[in-house]
């Protein structure tokens, strides 16, 4: 997070609109680069995969699940095959905190 304080910019932004469990709950570990806790990104890639092909199917346009895709495909390439959604920071950092965990079989 560069020159801001984690824990100021998460205080702050828990009291607006993009308050969630996830950065409540996860925020330390994320800063940390620990991405071992929760859904996996190769998983969400499958169900961005089954909604993508079911948009292309209906003619419909989902731009955003289609970036949030590339995200993901970013991580897988760094490393992040098993880690949690919240390793969108990881690219975000470009791996400045993130240790990979264990490879999981």
């Known amino acids: 997070m560069g020159q801001l304080d984690p824990a100021a910019v998460v205080a702050v932004l828990s009291q607006g609109a993009a308050q969630s469990w996830q950065m409540e709950n996860r925020w330390q570990t994320m800063v940390e680069g620990k991405f071992d806790f929760g859904f996996a990104v190769e998983w969400m890639r499958k169900d961005l995969r089954i909604c993508l092909e ?6 419909a346009e989902l731009p955003v699940a289609a970036l949030v895709d590339r995200f993901y495909a970013d991580v897988v390439a760094m490393g992040g095959r098993r880690w949690d959604t919240s390793s969108l920071i990881a690219r975000l950092n470009r791996g400045e905190h993130a240790t990979p965990p264990p490879e999981s079989a």
């Open 54 to 59: 079911e948009a292309r199917r209906n003619g």
